[in-house]
């Protein structure tokens, strides 16, 4: 089975020197999704609508227009930014997708020695690689509000990102829900997100 491509856009500077660094690990743990950073004029284009306040409804909008704009192929898009995300419910967000059209956007925004420590920001890059992959292929899985130690906890209380980075890092139900519902997430591919949470966990790297 060919590799599921997923291209990261570098989108500001603040807390994401190690995004390289992150992709490099990423695809050296696994064989089933290929890592890499998008073009410059997709990043160019992206930094031009990022504003340090950013409703996720409308950076999503964006998104997809951009991605309609600059030729090529590109099913999954991640996009990496420093600044501030505000969802519909909660503000201060660490990140969220539209996982249906295949992109999505975490933040370093009051992140690094805020919830999580900058030596360990390779690690949170990585969770999120894997939570927005493993949401890509089975896009009708959503969050829950309690807290779990599972990367589907809504985390509502921001430090809960930190139990759910982990190996292992799904919760029996939707372990279940996934295995069982209509995804198309493969056995090689689950193995693969495991390795990855498991590199995210506290006693990795």
């Known amino acids: 089975m060919a590799k599921v491509p997923i291209e990261v856009v570098l989108v500001g500077e603040k807390g994401l020197a190690d995004l390289p660094a992150a992709i490099a690990l990423a695809n050296s743990e696994q064989n089933e999704f290929l890592f890499s950073s998008a073009s410059d004029d997709l990043a160019r284009r992206l930094q031009m609508r990022t504003f340090e306040h950013n409703k996720i409804s409308e950076f999503f909008d964006q998104m997809e227009r951009i991605r309609t704009e600059v030729r090529g192929y590109y099913p ?4 990496a930014i420093d600044s501030e995300l505000e969802g519909s419910r909660f ?37 999120y690689f894997a939570r927005y992959a493993l949401s890509f292929i089975s896009p009708n899985h959503r969050n829950h509000d309690d807290s779990r130690g599972c990367v589907f906890d809504r985390k509502i209380d921001k430090q809960d990102i930190v139990k759910s980075m982990r ?6 139900e939707c372990r279940r829900n996934l295995v069982s519902g209509d995804g198309m997430l493969s056995a090689s591919q689950f193995s693969a997100l495991e390795n990855l949470f498991a590199l995210a966990g506290p006693n990795s790297q």
């Open 76 to 79: 999954f898009l991640i996009a």
């Open 91 to 127: 503000g201060n967000l660490f990140g969220s997708h539209r996982a249906e059209k295949g992109i999505a956007v975490l933040t370093t925004s009051l992140v690094p020695d805020v919830i999580i420590p900058t030596d360990r920001m390779v690690a949170y890059f990585i969770y």
């Open 167 to 172: 190996a292992r890092a799904l919760c029996d």
